[in-house]
């Protein structure tokens, strides 16, 4: 059962749910792609790494591009392809470095929230990447952790948007990695979003109530 709670977020909230057919006519406006794109900018992430990369795929030859990829496998995800508005693709860097966090360092100088002579403390926090990095330099387990930050943040002003959505965990990412090589530039996607538009009259999951355990169940106040 929903929520009784009355607040415009817990109504955003409720009314949010993952599209399974989009309406092909409509697309986001520019205005609002705005908003959500400095949203995805502004998304938390571990020690401030920001460790990703947005691929924003709009126009019809990278839809083409994109469908292409489902060749193989999850075929149920290629509809929404063509048909939604947009897809980002949520893509982490494997292999985070010393030089990728300076990139964040001095940012932070540039934006005066870390003074200049403070620079060599700044990369104190990079430490905890360290603790999340194999022998071979690897962390991808840890980056990839961040774009799921930045996902939950997207999903939420999607939501505050009245724009619809559907995470697709199901994509081939290999395919993807191959055939936006160019623009992955190394980094990797496991993840991807379709935002637009829900069809009216053929996505069923916009009708059905929403479920969520119970508050008991899942919020411990100590």
């Not at 893509?91 to 001095?106: C, E, I, L, M, S």
């Not at 962390?139 to 939950?152: C, E, H, I, P």
Request: net charge negative.
């Amino acid at each position: 059962m929903a929520t009784t709670m009355s607040h415009p977020i817990i109504t955003d909230l409720n009314k949010r749910h993952t599209v399974k057919k989009y309406d092909a006519s409509k697309r986001i406006p520019q205005s609002e792609l705005d908003i959500i794109y400095e949203a995805m900018r502004l998304s938390a992430s571990s020690i401030n790494s920001q460790p990703w990369k947005f691929i924003v795929i709009e126009s019809d030859e990278a839809k083409q591009r994109m469908h292409a990829t489902f060749a193989n496998k999850h075929q149920f995800n290629q509809p929404h392809i063509n048909a939604a508005s947009h897809i980002i693709l949520f893509a982490h860097n494997p292999a985070y470095t010393r030089d990728d966090y300076a990139k964040v360092v001095d940012k932070g100088i540039e934006d005066g929230r870390t003074k200049p002579e403070n620079r060599e403390q700044a990369f104190a926090g990079f430490a905890f990447a360290e603790l999340n990095t194999d022998s071979s330099g690897q962390n991808a387990a840890w980056t990839k952790s961040q774009t799921y930050l930045a996902l939950g943040n997207t999903l939420h002003v999607l939501a505050r948007l009245g724009i619809d959505s559907t995470p697709m965990e199901g994509i081939d990412s290999e395919l993807v990695g191959d055939i936006f090589k160019d623009e992955l530039d190394g980094f990797v996607c496991d993840v991807a979003l379709a935002i637009g538009y829900h069809d009216r009259e053929e996505d069923y999951n916009a009708s059905l109530p929403k479920s969520r355990l119970a508050m008991r169940e899942v919020i411990k106040v100590l």
